[in-house]
């Protein structure tokens, strides 16, 4: 499970919130990678992809590999994003989509796991990296974290213009997506997503509460009618059709921390806490399938975990975890000294939220 959703306010400026749901912790960190950083990105048989970053980026990342002890750590794959431009990257659980996939035949091919940092280093728009990707080959890395399963997740790319692209692997073939609604959930693809669309041209935010039944006069006697229509389920259908909702229909303020606020309260409508729902132990959540060894066992709950907000206009990134009250906020601005990648773990954020951009200075020093 996991939910992204671009919000525009009303001056236009572009908002990106996602929620990050499983059954289990996984060993999150906060990454910031400054501008001039190199990347090698390798697939065995293949001519190395390599960049320098022009953009200085940040995010919430994990281990490839489940970490071993006396080991150095493995590389870093990353979830969600936002680049001193604005472009944001979000990737959700989507298992299946690259099973199957054949080798690629070109030169030089980018693992999957590396996507992240590759469109975030390098580009400012959804267009240039729509344009990159038409001519990059993709390899889908096999994920140890996830029962090596090939690539299981898909991206939303967002740039600060407020346009959008879904990657995605479907049967085994990679595509880049226009993404209209700006809404990304979980499986089936997203092509189904939109089709499932034209079911819900009855959505509207308008309540109706009164209407007439024969000689009866009904009355509402409330507000908020207008969502009944709206599917209850947690299932990526569901939250799909709701995040398009909210997206298309809450008011659009015109001040950003007014927006940021309104995002929040957004946001909140998809944030599960534990025992909402439970599996039984045959049923194999997304825990059982991304835990490798530290999968959980018995019956699991899906959670959200992590929830995060991007601000495209001002470069701010907020992040706030399950044992969190507030939001933790980071400035990209504040962070331009920095010499080379660091990292955080999650669990250094404070519950109490508040701006966090010295926690990476601290780890300079």
């Excluded at 065995?44 to 590999?65: D, H, L, N, R, Y």
């Excluded at 029962?147 to 085994?172: C, K, Q, R, Y």
């Excluded at 109706?208 to 229509?229: E, N």
């Amino acid at each position: 499970m996991c939910t992204a959703l671009r919000y525009v306010d009303g001056a236009s400026r572009t908002y990106v919130g996602r929620t990050l749901e499983l059954d289990l912790e996984m060993p999150y960190v906060l990454a910031v990678v400054p501008a001039g950083t190199h990347f090698t990105s390798t697939v065995p048989g293949k001519q190395s992809v390599e960049w320098t970053t022009a953009q200085a980026f940040m995010g919430i990342a994990c281990p490839t590999e489940e970490p071993k002890e006396g080991q150095a750590p493995s590389p870093l794959i990353l979830f969600d994003g936002i680049n001193d431009a604005g472009l944001v990257v979000n990737f959700n659980a989507y298992p299946g989509g690259a099973d199957g996939a054949s080798a690629s035949e070109a030169p030089a091919v980018l693992q999957a796991a590396d996507l992240g940092a590759w469109l975030l280093g390098q580009f400012s728009e959804v267009s240039a990296a729509k344009t990159a990707l038409a001519a990059q080959a993709v390899h889908p890395t096999a994920m140890a974290m996830a029962g090596n399963m090939p690539f299981p997740l898909h991206a939303m790319v967002t740039d600060a213009t407020g346009d959008s692209i879904v990657i995605e692997w479907e049967s085994g073939v990679m595509r880049v997506l226009d993404n209209p609604v700006h809404v990304m959930t979980n499986s089936p693809a997203l092509s189904w997503h939109l089709t499932n669309l034209d079911n819900w041209t009855h959505l509207d935010n308008t309540d109706r509460s009164s209407s007439t039944f024969g000689s009866l006069q009904a009355h509402q006697p409330d507000s908020g009618i207008a969502t009944a229509a709206l599917p209850a389920s947690n299932t990526s259908i569901g939250r799909f059709i709701r995040a398009a909702y909210y997206a298309q229909f809450v008011r659009k303020e015109t001040d950003p921390d007014a927006a940021l606020s309104t995002l929040s309260r957004i946001m909140n409508n998809f944030d599960r806490p534990k025992g909402a729902t439970i599996d039984l132990p045959e049923s194999g959540g997304e825990g059982v399938s991304f835990g490798g060894s530290s999968a959980p066992t018995g019956i699991t709950t899906e959670y959200t975990s992590l929830t995060f907000m991007s601000d495209s206009a001002r470069k701010r990134y907020f992040v706030r975890s399950y044992s969190s009250i507030n939001w933790s906020e980071f400035q990209l601005d504040a962070l331009t000294g920095l010499t080379a990648p660091r990292t955080i773990p999650v669990t250094s954020l404070d519950p109490m939220g508040g701006e966090a951009s010295d926690l990476f200075r601290k780890t300079a020093s």
